[in-house]
């Protein structure tokens, strides 16, 4: 009986001993390799498949299973992005081992007392062969290089490979979608089949690069860090642990050269500190600048921003659209107060006469163009008695339905406010997990404390007053400029330049940036980073971008490799010079938790998992590896 019971555990210890085991070291680039696939997955599968699971929730929809297979196999495919990633990241890694186990060998041939046969004798009768010199040659220039360039190189050759799958993967899925939409389109009888094949067509069609934002987005990351690498002092190394024990029991007296070490660490750390506080500065003018390009550009060029980002700053503003295009029109000059707009001289009293108020009151025609007496004499016959000596459209069309429960549509004042208390409400909803979640995940017997929780609350509050501010500085600056004081102040002025593309929406895009400054000093480097890439596409010739130029596909395909090679060197040998998401990023890709503990789980439940840190290492102490998992752990504000 007892023999009985014995043998199905063994059959399962056999069982679970066939399972090839991942190594133990979080660096290995197997463990690599896991962790970037399934972080790269979750990244970009994930919110392809929230619309199915929508669909599936819902009883009056059914999943569209063509689709579904289409997202699947964009990306699962060898030429998805998880797998281009994975191969960028774990094959870099991959490559940089096999360097390092290359160069191992070549020290212990060197090592004295050993009996070695020269290089010159190993390739002797085969030197006149041009490919076997090259190699050896290649061979000793690659070993000659330090660590940082190695890893440099690695990543180089793994992220040339990478790149080519992504864009091959993401042009397939734009032609597969291009050519359902234009099936669609002569399915229905808008497009005649002959037009599809026209040149004409062919060429004004949009050839943007499907990866130009994920490139932009490593692009401004890797040259941040070189910017941080370069602003901060590289932190000197610790004492071995065994040196330190020696001082221990050698005399009382401290070691002079450790006292200086200890001194020069503590100088170094105050430096950085000084430097970190100028930097948040620069972020904060670097924010302010480009949220200053994006929102001019909403306005006015939407299509050199993403459409998600377009309909994003949609839902923030709360503005009608034809508001939007009366802008444009007064830009391209088809819509003037002074003469009226031959083309779109209803499309401001439809959106007037939604409101309930007058169809005048949106005829540039009727509209004074000017401000003074005569202003408010016209006025008086449109019956609006709000805009006295002011021109142009009234503030009443532009804010819409806000504040109309309280009557207080003509208020500019109560219109920035009211939309400055919804946005708050709304951001709120947003940061809050944003600023509890991470802690919950990660630490979560922080939030028992009062003070700690009441930080973490403040800090949600701080980012939520931001973008409510951000929302408000917008608004109120746009009826400061055109009604309430410049205009009034220099009434011969047309409001074809209050209205216009360098007056009211121009002074609010400058003021709007400058709630950056309420904001966390960490989490403005953070905000820096994310709308750069924005604001670098919006500068770029839209020739360039829509063109499918080879120039350009691959003066980008250059950036992407550079960029992804210098951020994954600098989580190897820099950690320091990283900070935000791509901090934490990395660092869970390098030295994230161990991946091969589920099988020691299952033989016994009661061993812990395996530390986040490679064993015994050889060149830090106990000591650094805390410090070092302390600089790879992001800071959450």
């Not at 941040?224 to 029991?249: G, N, Y």
């Not at 500065?281 to 924010?287: K, L, T, Y």
């Not at 980002?309 to 391209?332: C, E, F, H, M, P």
Request: aromatic letters at 8%; proline letters at 6%; glycine letters at 6%.
């Amino acid at each position: 009986m007892s023999a009985n019971s014995k043998k199905p555990s063994t059959d399962t210890k056999s069982w679970l001993d066939r399972i090839p085991s991942l190594s133990d070291d979080p660096a290995h680039p197997a463990q690599i390799a896991l962790r970037t696939y399934t972080l790269a997955l979750s990244l970009s599968l994930g919110p392809s498949l929230v619309p199915f699971i929508v669909q599936g929730v819902s009883p009056k929809k059914a999943v569209n299973i063509a689709a579904l297979k289409r997202v699947l196999r964009r990306e699962l495919g060898y030429d998805g992005l998880a797998f281009a990633f994975t191969l960028c990241v774990a094959g870099g890694a991959g490559l940089k081992q096999s360097i390092q186990h290359l160069s191992q060998k070549e020290l212990q041939h060197k090592k004295p007392g050993r009996k070695t046969e020269n290089a010159s004798d190993r390739s002797s009768g085969f030197t006149d062969v041009p490919a076997i010199n090259f190699f050896i040659r290649l061979k000793s220039w690659v070993l000659a290089l330090s660590p940082g360039q190695r890893s440099f190189l690695s990543y180089v050759l793994s992220s040339s490979v990478g790149i080519l799958l992504i864009q091959a993967g993401r042009e397939r899925s734009s032609r597969l979608q291009q050519a359902r939409r234009a099936a669609e389109a002569v399915a229905a009888g808008t497009v005649p089949a002959s037009a599809l094949s026209h040149p004409a067509l062919r060429a004004a069609a949009n050839r943007t690069s499907p990866t130009l934002d994920l490139t932009l987005l490593l692009l401004v990351r890797a040259v941040d860090s070189l910017v941080q690498a370069f602003i901060l002092q590289k932190p000197i190394p610790r004492v071995s642990s065994h040196d330190t024990s020696d001082h221990k029991h050698t005399s009382r007296t401290a070691d002079p050269k450790l006292v200086l070490e200890k001194l020069e660490k503590e100088r170094i750390r105050r430096e950085n500190i000084i430097r970190q506080k100028w930097t948040s500065q620069v972020d904060a003018f670097v924010f302010w600048a480009c949220s200053a390009r994006i929102m001019w550009c909403f306005f006015y060029e939407p299509q050199r921003l993403p459409r998600s980002y377009v309909k994003w700053i949609s839902t923030l503003a709360n503005l009608d659209g034809r508001i939007i295009d009366v802008l444009q029109y007064i830009r391209a000059g088809t819509w003037s107060y002074i003469t009226g707009s031959a083309l779109h001289s209803s499309h401001l009293q439809t959106s007037a006469t939604d409101l309930g108020l007058p169809a005048a009151w949106g005829d540039p025609v009727a509209i004074p163009a000017y401000g003074g007496a005569a202003a408010t004499a016209n006025w008086e016959k449109l019956g609006l008695k709000t805009r006295p000596g002011v021109g142009g459209m009234p503030c009443e069309v532009i804010h819409g339905q806000v504040g109309a429960s309280l009557g207080l549509t003509g208020s500019c004042t109560a219109n920035a406010g009211l939309r400055m208390f919804k946005g708050f409400t709304e951001a709120l909803a947003i940061y809050l997990p944003v600023h509890i979640l991470p802690v919950l995940l990660t630490r979560p017997q922080i939030l028992l404390r009062p003070h700690r929780l009441f930080e973490t609350l403040f800090g949600a509050v701080r980012s939520a007053t931001f973008l409510s501010s951000f929302i408000g500085l917008y608004w109120y600056t746009v009826c400061l400029t055109r009604t309430l004081v410049l205009a009034k102040l220099f009434p011969s002025i047309s409001h074809d330049f209050w209205d216009g593309p360098l007056g009211c929406s121009f002074a609010g895009c400058l003021a709007c940036g400058s709630s950056i400054w309420i904001e966390n000093g960490r989490r403005r480097g953070e905000m820096a980073l994310y709308v750069l890439p924005r604001a670098v596409r919006s500068i770029l010739p839209d020739a360039w971008i829509k063109s499918g130029n080879k120039g350009f596909k691959i003066a980008e395909r250059i950036a992407f490799i550079f960029s992804i090679s210098t951020l994954l060197t600098a989580a190897t040998h820099r950690p320091d010079s990283l900070r935000g998401l791509s901090r934490w990023t990395l660092a869970f890709i390098t030295n994230g938790p161990n991946t091969g503990f589920w099988k020691r789980k299952r033989r016994d439940p009661s061993v812990p998992s395996t530390p986040s840190v490679p064993p015994t290492p050889s060149m830090l102490s106990i000591s650094q590896i805390d410090e070092s998992n302390r600089a790879n752990t992001p800071h959450i504000s």
